[in-house]
């Protein structure tokens, strides 16, 4: 049926609903693994930049936002936002947004900033996938759950082995190696957890590789003064991410709203400027998440479903677009794609 309805609203000449996109990046990175896919090459933004600024009309994200509000969408708007905070978000993104007069909102996940650590997800990659030797054997216990391998031949770090890993796209590939999957089980058992857990079970792994803590540069996230940079260009805001990017919907409603607060409240005091937009970690939320955006004072909230926004969409229940690296001929056939009228 609806179908129908849009083959007949095309024979008639009816206008498509009004709709914009929601862009998410994490990184401008040429990294050598990204198992995760969320890294574009600097090269590849620019062009991506290039492809907006010609034939898009890049909104602000506050303003997007509004307009959601108002029920008043404009047609082939975009508004770019980053996760998480990494610092190349400041020394590869920010220049380019710059040269091109572009507006992006940075969502900040404020326990790692100026911190000589990595985000969880990271670390574990590292430790697990390419740490030269590794010993042959792993139990441990994980939120209760037994969890064992026997690595085998892949307690050693071959040549072919760390090809294979930097070859795999965890996001729609099963893991081709002993290490990868448990590299997946321990990240599927990790992310629910609280950050005090989170960082034991890190301390064990370090303890099982013989691995010393540690951060490498590439995967820092920004420091203080450059987050006060970000946010007092006219162009740039920052929004809410969390304290210690938790699965929000995994947590109990008291926990969920301290860690939008203590994150609000970090960016206000040192920028200057209170953010007023969320985006959920890992887009995880449920009822007790909208609800605490909402008592948090913030007025929209970011997930990570793929839907482009329209007069009918929920406040606090937006939808972003992955952007994956390639060159701008192919970002401009994704983003055509997203702005169809579903």
């Not at 996938?129 to 037994?146: H, I, K, N, R, Y």
């Amino acid at each position: 049926m609806r179908a129908r309805l849009k083959r007949l609203a095309r024979a008639l000449g009816w206008p498509a609903p009004a709709q914009a996109c929601v862009l998410m990046y994490h990184r401008v990175a040429e990294l050598p693994t990204d198992v995760w896919r969320i890294a574009v090459s600097p090269a590849h933004f620019e062009q991506h930049l290039q492809v907006l600024r010609a034939s898009y009309t890049v909104l602000p994200l506050t303003e997007l936002a509004e307009a959601v509000a108002r029920r008043a969408v404009p047609r082939r708007a975009v508004s770019i936002t980053f996760d998480d905070g990494y610092a190349d978000n400041f020394s590869q993104a920010y220049p380019l947004l710059e040269r091109y007069q572009l507006p992006a909102t940075f969502f900040i996940a404020s326990g790692n900033i100026g911190q000589a650590t990595e985000f969880w997800w990271d670390e574990l990659e590292h430790l697990l996938l390419f740490t030269p030797d590794l010993p042959a054997t792993f139990t441990s216990t994980v939120a209760g759950q037994p969890v064992s391998a026997a690595l085998a031949d892949e307690a050693h770090l071959s040549p072919a082995l760390r090809q294979q890993h930097q070859r795999w796209n965890a996001c729609t590939e099963t893991p081709p190696t002993r290490r990868a999957t448990l590299f997946l089980q321990l990240w599927q058992l990790l992310r629910p957890l609280p950050h005090p857990a989170q960082q034991q079970h890190l301390q064990q792994l370090r303890q099982w590789a013989g691995q010393p803590p540690g951060t490498r540069a590439t995967y820092r996230s920004m420091a203080a003064e450059q987050l006060r940079e970000l946010a007092g260009s006219p162009r740039h805001t920052l929004g809410v991410h969390t304290v210690s990017h938790p699965a929000l919907a995994f947590h109990a409603p008291a926990a969920q709203q301290r860690e939008l607060v203590e994150n609000k409240e970090f960016l206000a005091q040192l920028t200057g400027h209170a953010p007023t937009l969320v985006a959920y970690p890992y887009g995880n939320y449920n009822p007790d998440t909208l609800a605490a955006a909402a008592a948090a004072g913030l007025r929209a909230g970011f997930t990570t479903e793929e839907q482009p926004l329209t007069n009918r969409s929920e406040r606090y229940r937006l939808g972003r677009f992955q952007v994956a690296d390639g060159p701008g001929a192919d970002f401009a056939r994704q983003l055509q794609r997203w702005q169809q009228p579903s």
